[in-house]
């Protein structure tokens, strides 16, 4: 059992009017096998919290911690989060060009695991994994994320957090651009994915069309960088009827 702590989590970005800060004050809790549904307006920080988890350079922590099985996530470099078991698929997944996705993937979980996977069962892993998530044979020689699709781009993302196996995944805003046939693949292999690990995964997402793919246990409402209420599948429904303009008002 891990868990993944963030207490008071306050950050700043730099704009062209200034430092702004954008979250101011956050307090989650995540376990292993629980999954959060982050939801709010635009703007409301949500993508803030996903990135910060990862050690993006671009956001600056002024208070607060995230502690990861007790250790403190802030005080590690980015590499040094993915090898301590930390995930994050981001909304636009960016290209590498000149690194194909077979090397991509082996130097990725190289990287975490510490050694090479054996061969022979990573190609077995590879290639089951990818028929699971209905890609082509020939994507692995492809660049990474160069020339994909929408669809393809986030079938990538997923394919990863299949094959490296964290304790915790943060899912940023995954169903975003996704037709019905692929978001239900897309779901699936994360359902696939968590059921295997039992990892905690933390989904951002403003709507409600893939929690019904992916069964929340926990909804947290993000307004201008805070949680403003918390609670069960039946508050994400809510919000799909009333949408957040309460929130925003008060």
């Known amino acids: 059992m891990s868990i993944l702590q963030i207490k008071n989590l306050h950050v700043t970005v730099e704009t062209d009017q200034g430092t702004k800060e954008i979250l101011r004050g956050v307090d989650l809790t995540i376990r292993s096998g629980e999954t959060h549904a982050i939801m709010g307006p635009n703007g409301s ?76 069962q990573w190609i077995k892993d590879i290639k089951v994994a990818m028929e699971n998530l209905r890609m082509d044979s020939s ?31 943060v899912l940023d805003e995954t169903d975003s651009g996704l037709d019905v046939d692929a978001l239900k693949v897309v779901s699936e292999g994360v359902n696939r994915a968590k059921d295997s690990v039992g990892f905690g995964a933390l989904l951002i997402t403003h709507y409600t069309r893939i929690l019904n793919y992916i069964k929340p246990d926990f909804v947290h409402v993000f307004v201008a960088g805070r949680i403003a209420e918390e609670g069960g599948p039946e508050l994400a429904e809510r919000l799909e009827a009333e949408g957040y303009d309460r929130y925003v008002n008060a």
């Not at 949500?46 to 607060?64: M, N, Q």
């Not at 802030?74 to 590499?79: E, G, N």
């Not at 986030?154 to 394919?159: D, P, S, T």
């Open 45 to 120: 920080g949500k993508s803030t919290l996903a990135y910060t988890i990862a050690g993006h350079p671009k956001y600056t922590v002024t208070e607060g911690e995230i502690l990861l099985d007790g250790e403190d996530v802030l005080a590690m470099s980015v590499d040094e989060r993915a090898r301590a078991g930390l995930f994050l698929a981001m909304q636009y997944p960016v290209e590498i060009p000149g690194v194909s996705v077979s090397n991509f993937l082996r130097t990725a979980k190289t990287a975490i695991d510490g050694e090479a996977p054996a061969l022979r």
């Open 139 to 169: 994507f692995t020689e492809r660049n990474v994320n160069e020339g994909f699709s929408g669809g393809e781009k986030k079938r990538h993302e997923i394919l990863q957090l299949e094959l490296l196996k964290p304790k915790f995944a």
